[in-house]
């Protein structure tokens, strides 16, 4: 399977977000699940594995699953065959983001992650949200320092703005961008020109829409209550679901004519748009995480990313993130 690059790192074409196994997602994996999981991805052909600090849940013994913990102890076997993700600058409280930027904070953070990873030196260091307390060049200048110190071999930012990118791509510069990005959620597309012309690569987090786009959830489709983050998104909704129907016709009609599955489409229409964008999605079920993986092999010609396109302009929904 070819790779991709992410300015210089080569990572496999469709990465394996682990937030789910943990996070946001119901009640977390059984850790020795969650650890197999994550190890037949990589015999799938996943290398690259993206996680956070603040991607924590509660255990039914009351103990804490911390999801880089269980990134660390699948892939310690296999550390050198593989690229590790991680962010810092978010932790979550009273079910907000507390943002917190500052340079003593982010040497802690990744401290911290290093320990729970058991590893010397983090691939790609993420500043998970932008802290409107911290200015870019001061983060930019905590991570030189990092990178120097041998801590991170590269850093990117997650939902970045252009502006905030350029500033800190003068100081240091930044390897890839994380956002997110879908068939709903484009808004982001703004911002490819720059990261052209920067050598940055873009990490699509949510690219199915936090499953919407597989097509496979309806309005009686249940979800945890608090722990499972789909529960409150809008694109789950009545009127969600009302809204994003013809998506799906769309998506089921060219899932059917290349004999592929709406999840498929969904991922191969973003990676054959640039061949700089890496999708993360996530699962807990292997046989998900095999379909998601072979999205790489879809191929979308650009008259046919061209016709997409200009229906999802004229297409309006609501999506957790924003609305279109």
């Known amino acids: ?3 991709r690059k992410l300015g210089n790192i080569e990572v496999s074409p469709i990465g394996m977000g682990c937030m789910g196994l943990s996070h946001a997602s119901g009640a977390p994996t059984e850790r020795k699940e969650a650890i197999k999981i994550i190890r037949q991805a990589f015999e799938m052909g996943y290398t690259f594995f993206d996680t956070a600090e603040c991607y924590t849940g509660i255990n039914e013994d009351g103990s804490t699953s911390y999801n880089e913990e269980l ?4 892939l310690r076997p296999i550390r050198d065959k593989v690229i590790i993700a991680t962010k810092c600058g978010v932790q979550h ?3 907000q983001l507390i943002l917190d930027s500052r340079p003593e904070t ?5 401290e911290d992650s290093l320990k729970r990873l058991a590893i010397d030196c983090i691939d790609l260091y993420y500043q998970h949200r932008i802290d409107p307390k911290v200015p870019a060049e001061e983060v930019a200048g905590t991570m030189a320092d990092l990178i120097k110190e041998g801590k991170i071999l590269h850093w990117g ?3 970045t703005s252009e502006e905030y990118l350029r500033l800190a791509h003068a100081v240091c510069p930044v390897t890839a961008v994380q956002n997110r990005y879908s068939m709903m959620a484009c808004w982001h597309e703004s911002l490819f020109p720059t990261l052209e012309e920067l050598n ?3 990490v699509a987090f949510s690219p199915m829409a936090n499953g919407f786009l597989t097509g496979r959830y309806d309005q009686n489709s249940k979800f945890e209550s608090g ?3 789909r529960s409150f998104m809008p694109q789950f909704t ?3 679901m009302e809204k994003g129907k013809e998506l799906l016709e769309l998506l089921t009609n060219l899932a059917n004519s290349k004999n592929a599955t709406p999840a498929q489409i969904s991922l191969a229409w973003m990676l054959c748009k640039k061949p700089w964008i890496v999708p993360i999605p996530g699962s807990r079920k292997p046989e998900r995480l095999k379909e998601n993986l072979s999205a790489a092999e879809v191929m979308l010609s650009t008259s046919e990313i061209a016709s997409i396109d200009e229906k999802l302009d004229r297409m309006e929904f609501v999506v957790f993130g924003g609305h279109k």
Do not use: T
């Open 227 to 229: 722990s499972d983050y």
């Open 200 to 202: 940055v690569g873009f």
């Open 106 to 110: 982010i040497r802690k953070s990744v």
């Open 238 to 240: 009545s009127d969600g």
């Open 71 to 74: 990134v660390g102890e699948a």
């Open 157 to 159: 930012i997650s939902e």
């Open 93 to 95: 409280g009273n079910h």
């Open 1 to 3: 399977m070819k790779k």
